[in-house]
């Protein structure tokens, strides 16, 4: 299993700044994923984060808006980047372990962004 | 490209009762997984089960299991005796290599 630490769990913003969001594992993981969750809706992936290369990204979302940073193994960042109140969200980070017993997923506790 | 299709939006469930959540999806890969998760007012996405798509046997964790037919690529979640605290959003979601993708979620109440 894996614990992971994402901070912080809620900001209140202004339009036209950024905010860095925090993921942190206690395990070395090859792959960290960024999700958002508009108010009442699903999950959507943002983007994977490799260790050591650039993110990839999925349609719809792109690096100038949401910089991903994965400096190591166990830790991520995910900025939003010049925000607008379409930006309020839970941003979610999550991990995955595939071994013989087969893959889970790890989420975090979620940052719960709400834009002015 | 793959989805993930909840159809029911809300259920309800008389206390110690069952209820089923549908799920089906679309893909064209071989190897996939697929996972419920339980998410409630804190935000926390809780992994309820698993499924591999190689296994044909149903995945079971308590009171919770799962109707898996990958021919016809549904993947329903049946609740037992359902508690108070099995009340929270439901995500069904599918994983590859390549991808991560949930359902629209169902929201599920619990009757006292």
């Known amino acids: 299993s894996a614990v992971i630490s994402q901070k912080p769990s809620r900001d209140i913003c202004q339009r036209g700044t950024s905010l860095t969001i925090q993921c942190q594992v206690d395990?070395?993981?090859?792959?960290m994923f960024w999700y958002r969750q508009q108010p009442g809706q699903s999950l959507t992936l943002i983007a994977t984060a490799n260790q050591g290369s650039e993110a990839t990204y999925e349609s719809g979302f792109v690096i100038d808006k949401f910089p991903i940073s994965r400096p190591n193994l166990t830790f991520s960042t995910l900025t939003v980047s010049n925000m607008s109140p379409e930006d309020s969200s839970i941003y979610l980070c999550s991990v995955g372990f595939r071994n013989t017993l087969g893959e889970k997923l790890f989420f975090g506790s979620g940052t719960q962004l709400s834009v002015l | 490209a793959q989805t993930v299709t909840q159809s029911q939006p809300e259920m309800s469930v008389q206390e110690a009762e069952t209820v089923t959540l549908s799920c089906t999806y679309d893909?064209?890969?071989?190897?996939?997984?697929l996972f419920w998760y339980k998410q409630p007012p804190s935000r926390q996405m809780i992994l309820v089960i698993r499924q591999e798509a190689y296994k044909q046997q149903n995945a079971t964790e308590n009171r919770f299991s799962v109707n898996f037919q990958k021919a016809a690529k549904s993947f329903s979640l049946k609740i037992s005796d359902s508690q108070l605290g099995d009340a929270a959003m439901y995500f069904c979601?599918?994983?590859?290599?390549?991808?991560?993708?949930f359902g629209k979620g169902t929201r599920l109440h619990i009757l006292p």
């Open positions: 979601a599918y994983r590859s290599y390549s991808k991560i993708i």
């Open positions: 893909t064209s890969e071989s190897d996939y997984y």
């Open positions: 395990s070395q993981v090859t792959m």
